[in-house]
Each structure stands twice: as structure tokens, then as C-alpha cells.
């Protein structure tokens, strides 16, 4: 079947500029996750969804980083005001289950979107 | 503190042999999943075995197992009879439950080279 989907593959941008990052979660599952995955370190998480609502968003850096997901399947991380610091690999993860329950809840992810801001 | 520590950023291994890569965790939650992931160049991460802190046996997938020794907050990744297609980064990740942190926190990976 079909995994994760993000889009764009790779994006470049200048600083300053505003861009859009999307996410197409597995088919059913309810939990979507966002992480940021910098050269030569694990993904770092940002946010979470269970459904439409952002259940845990501690993650985000700051407040130029937003995400929504408005129907419950696909999400969008958007980002304002590059800077070259946020150049890295952004992976979206989704789960069938909420993370707590035994079954299902393992995370798969998507290829990631390499942000690079210049 | 680090809560997910692995001290190998490479390792080697021959063809049809066995290698483990190490994974120490820091956690006071009674209740927490620890996983191991893989990441291929292609930039995807591989979900591969899940241990439970309340698992009373050790995890196997396959030709994966984990090692997991509570009492040394230890969760060691045993991969049986490498193969070059093995060759990637593996991270290991732990959920902890209490601390109403739903994501999973990774560590920094090893790099994992299986040689013909």
C-alpha cells in the first residue's frame, strides 16, 4: 500500500522567504507527527496531531514555524521568515494508533523534504 | 541530560555476521517504548523492532532482535547474518508515557557499513 508522501522532495529558498512543506499520511491513521532531522543527528520532534488538532506542539522552535492539518489527513508545516538555520531535513511520521496504545502505534515515515535556505 | 545515547557513530561488519549497536536511555518513567529505526541513504527511516519497558521477553523481528537489560537502561540492537543491504544509519528512539510527550525522542545514530 501506499506510505508516506511528502512534497516537495527538496526546496530551496531564500532568506526571508515563506515557505510550505506537505504531508499525506498513511490512509486511516490518525496521529501525525513533524520532525527535523539536521546533517549527522537523529530527527528532533516539533509537532503532533491527533485528527485536526495540534495535540503537542512544544516542539516548534518559534513562532515562524505553523502547521495545520484541517481535515485530518494531510498536513502542511509552513514556515515564515527563513533562516538559514532551519536548512534540514523535515520528516512527517504518521501512526495509526495515538501513541500509548500497544497496537499500531509505531511510526512510519516519509522520505522528508530537504529544506535549504540560502 | 542525553535521553537516548548511542556511543558507536560507525560501526563495520563482515558480510553473514552478527553485529550489536548500543543504545543506552535515561528515563524515570515506570512506562515507556523503546524503538530502533533504520535510515537508508534514500533518507527514509525503517521502522524495524518496538520494546515495551513492561515486556517480560526481548523483542525479535526477523533477523532483529533487541537486547533489553532494564535494570542497565540498556536496549541494544542485534542484527543476525548482515547483509550489504543492512548498510544505512540505525537510530534508536524511546516514548516515555508520563511525560505526556507523544513523539519519539532519537538518538544521534550509528552508522552501520556491512563489508562483502
Known amino acids: 500500500g501506499a506510505g508516506v508522501s511528502q512534497t516537495p522532495s527538496n526546496k530551496v529558498t531564500e532568506k526571508g522567504k515563506y515557505v510550505e512543506l506537505r504531508c499525506d499520511p498513511i490512509?486511516?491513521?490518525?496521529?501525525l507527527y513533524w520532525y527535523r532531522q539536521s546533517l549527522g543527528q537523529g530527527p528532533e520532534f516539533l509537532i503532533y496531531?491527533?485528527?485536526?488538532?495540534?495535540?503537542?506542539d512544544s516542539g516548534l522552535p518559534n513562532d515562524r514555524f505553523f502547521a495545520v492539518r484541517p481535515e485530518g489527513s494531510v498536513s502542511t508545516l509552513k514556515i515564515q521568515r527563513t533562516e538559514r538555520g532551519d536548512s534540514a531535513v523535515y520528516l512527517c511520521?504518521?501512526?495509526?494508533?495515538?501513541?500509548?496504545?500497544?497496537?499500531?502505534?509505531?511510526?512510519?515515515f516519509g522520505p522528508g523534504t530537504r529544506l535549504t535556505v540560502t | 541530560a542525553q535521553k537516548i545515547t548511542q556511543t558507536q557513530p560507525g560501526m563495520f561488519v563482515q558480510e553473514k555476521e552478527a553485529v550489536t549497536l548500543d543504545c543506552t536511555y535515561d528515563?524515570?518513567?515506570?512506562?515507556?517504548?523503546l524503538f530502533w529505526y533504520k535510515q537508508p541513504s534514500s533518507g527514509e527511516m525503517i521502522f524495524l523492532i518496538y520494546?515495551?519497558?513492561?515486556?517480560?521477553q526481548n523483542a525479535t523481528e526477523g533477523r532483529y532482535s533487541l537486547n533489553f537489560q532494564k535494570a542497565r537502561k540498556s536496549a541494544n540492537l542485534v542484527i543476525s547474518a548482515s547483509q550489504l543491504g543492512d548498510s544505512a544509519m540505525y537510530f534508536c528512539?524511546?516514548?516515555?508515557?508520563?511525560?505526556?510527550?507523544?513523539?519519539?525522542?532519537f538518538g544521534s545514530g550509528t552508522r552501520l557499513q556491512v563489508q562483502p
Open positions: 496531531f491527533q485528527g485536526t488538532g495540534a495535540a503537542d
Open positions: 520494546q515495551g519497558s513492561y515486556d517480560q
Open positions: 511520521a504518521s501512526s495509526l494508533n495515538p501513541p500509548g496504545v500497544r497496537g499500531g502505534s509505531e511510526q512510519y
Open positions: 528512539a524511546m516514548r516515555e508515557r508520563d511525560t505526556g510527550r507523544r513523539a519519539l525522542t
Open positions: 490512509s486511516g491513521h490518525t496521529a
Open positions: 528515563t524515570s518513567d515506570p512506562s515507556y517504548g
